[in-house]
Structure formats: structure tokens, C-alpha cells
T-cell receptor, first 109, second 115 residues
Framework: QQPVQSPQAVILREGEDAVINCSSS?????VHWYRQKHGEAPVFLMI?????EQKGHEKISASFNEKKQQSSLYLTASQLSYSGTYFC??????????FGTGTQLKVEL | NAGVMQNPRHLVRRRGQEARLRCSPM?????VYWYRQLPEEGLKFMVY????????ESGMPKERFSAEFPKEGPSILRIQQVVRGDSAAYFC?????????????FGSGTQLSVL
């Protein structure tokens, strides 16, 4: 079952914050986050392996609530370079990932 | 240190022809994953291979699609008798050990267009 992401799309002004959510109907062992720019390969952002774990990457961080089978990606003080489509990928064991529906983020001046 | 290499970058085929997509994983990586992406959609898992073995092909269509990862050479995704619905971007990713705490390194993809 494919994880569901929300919102589907969001438009920000530079400097604004955003939260992207990822929910799964299955138990999660790991959550990956990737960003993909149009016509390019997905690029790794971070992995969360333990329930409740939070990881950070510059101004992008994420949390993982194993009990709720959810993860959230937090983007603070957004920059133009943050524009792209964000995917969560959930693992049920091993490294085969099931990717979410995607969230299109556009950052404008 | 070259990343994941996919070729061709763009492939045009007529209905009924065969398409062969190649993926060379990063040096030292023995685990390869193929994903398909339709326009404006997410990445759909197709197959997971380790050298000479298919580990998980649960996302592969039952007919016309096959994948291999030989001892020597790149991984190949083969689509026989292509149809218009096969038009998509096909991404390959690799990882060193195939465990849940590893990130996937993606190639730039092959855009398949079926006329």
C-alpha cells in the first residue's frame, strides 16, 4: 500500500516554513525522504529508523512517529532551491522502498 | 567516483518493439532497484536485484518485462513488445548492502517514449 502524503502541493514565499506529512497503513521500520526536481533523479535527504527519531539536514528536519505510522518533513526558512517534489519512502524490511504520492513544493520570491 | 549510470537517457520505440534499459550501479554497490515513474506520479517499485539474483520482483508486470543483473556488466531492464502504456521514466537505484539504513543512489533515468 502506497503511503499518502499531504499536502499534494504547496506554494511558499522565500523564508516561509512548510510541513509535509507521510502516513502509512502498514507498520513502518524506516522512512526515507527524497527530493526530485523536474526531469532529474531523486536526491536523498534523510533516513529515520527509530520511532520518534528526529533528524536534521541544514534547515530541513524530519520526525518519525512509529506508533502513528507517520513521518513529517519540516522545511524552515525556505529557499528557492527547495522547490521540487518531495517523496517519502517507507521500508518494511530490507531496502525496497514504497514511495508516497509526492508533494510538489514551489518557493517563490 | 562515478554515480549510478543509466543509458540511454532517452529511448523511442514503436509499438511492438523491444526496449533495453541499462543501469550501472555505483562502484562497490551490489544491490540494484528499478522504479517506474509516470508523469506527475510517484515512483513505483518494480524489481530488486543482487548480483545474478532477483530478490523481489513483486512490482514487475507478469508479462513482457524482465530484469537481470549479471555477474559482469550492467543491470538490464527489458521490455518486450512495448505498448503506449509503457511510456514512462525508468529509474535505477543502487545501494551497497541492501539494508534499511542505507540511502539509495538514483541514476538520471531513462525516458521511454512509445509511438
Amino acid at each position: 500500500q502506497q503511503p499518502v502524503q499531504s499536502p499534494q502541493a504547496v506554494i511558499l514565499r522565500e523564508g516561509e516554513d512548510a510541513v509535509i506529512n507521510c502516513s502509512s497503513s502498514k507498520a513502518l521500520y524506516s522512512v526515507h525522504w527524497y527530493r526530485q526536481k523536474h526531469g532529474e533523479a531523486p536526491v536523498f535527504l534523510m533516513i529515520l529508523l527509530k520511532g520518534g527519531e528526529q533528524k536534521g539536514h541544514e534547515k530541513i528536519s524530519a520526525s518519525f512517529n512509529e506508533k502513528k505510522q507517520q513521518s513529517s518533513l519540516y522545511l524552515t526558512a525556505s529557499q528557492l532551491s527547495y522547490s521540487g517534489t518531495y517523496f517519502c519512502g517507507t521500508g518494511g524490511g530490507g531496502n525496497k522502498l514504497t514511495f508516497g504520492t509526492g508533494t510538489q513544493l514551489k518557493v517563490e520570491l | 567516483n562515478a554515480g549510478v549510470m543509466q543509458n540511454p537517457r532517452h529511448l523511442v520505440r514503436r509499438r511492438g518493439q523491444e526496449a533495453r534499459l541499462r543501469c550501472s550501479p555505483m562502484k562497490g554497490h551490489s544491490h540494484v532497484y528499478w522504479y517506474r515513474q509516470l508523469p506527475e506520479e510517484g515512483l513505483k517499485f518494480m524489481v530488486y536485484l543482487q548480483k545474478e539474483n532477483i530478490i523481489d520482483e513483486s512490482g514487475m508486470p507478469k508479462e513482457r518485462f524482465s530484469a537481470e543483473f549479471p555477474k559482469e556488466g550492467p543491470s538490464i531492464l527489458r521490455i518486450q513488445q512495448v505498448v503506449r502504456g509503457d511510456s514512462a521514466a525508468y529509474f535505477c537505484a543502487s545501494s551497497p548492502e541492501g539494508t534499511a539504513n542505507e540511502k539509495l543512489f538514483f541514476g538520471s533515468g531513462t525516458q521511454l517514449s512509445v509511438l
